[in-house]
Nanobody, 124 residues
Framework: QWQAVESGGDQVQPGESLRLTCMGSGFRLDDYSVGWFRQAPGKEREGLACITSNAGYITNMDASRDRFTISRDRAGNAVYLQMNDLEIEDTAVYYC?????????????????WGQGTQVTVSS
């Protein structure tokens, strides 16, 4: 079964940085647009950023506030979410998923091949 696989979650202090990685299990990511999402306890899942196969991207500026950057490696099989200046409110499970079209979106309903998520905890 094709599935995205997230890694890189950790427990950090406010102000620190993390880089999350998304890879494909059983398939390559380079033909897909890939999105990053998060779900905090008691809240709905929200879209954070999306990148196309040719590295065009969109970002949820309300959530990011210029702290999050999405990118993909030259080989195309990994997509990253660099998160800087983390805040307690960024504590959540972070997910990646694929969009089988040459466009980007932040709508959950547009995505498939969801991963199991990686936990990010920001606490002092």
């Amino acid at each position: 079964q094709w599935q995205a696989v997230e890694s890189g979650g950790d427990q950090v202090q406010p102000g620190e940085s993390l880089r999350l990685t998304c890879m494909g299990s059983g398939f390559r990511l380079d033909d897909y647009s890939v999105g990053w999402f998060r779900q905090a306890p008691g809240k709905e899942r929200e879209g954070l950023a999306c990148i196309t196969s040719n590295a065009g991207y969109i970002t949820n500026m309300d959530a990011s506030r210029d702290r999050f950057t999405i990118s993909r490696d030259r080989a195309g099989n990994a997509v990253y979410l660099q998160m800087n200046d983390l805040e307690i409110e960024d504590t959540a499970v972070y997910y990646c998923a694929t969009l089988g079209e040459r466009r980007c979106s932040l709508r959950i309903i547009d995505f498939d091949n969801w991963g199991q998520g990686t936990q990010v905890t920001v606490s002092s």
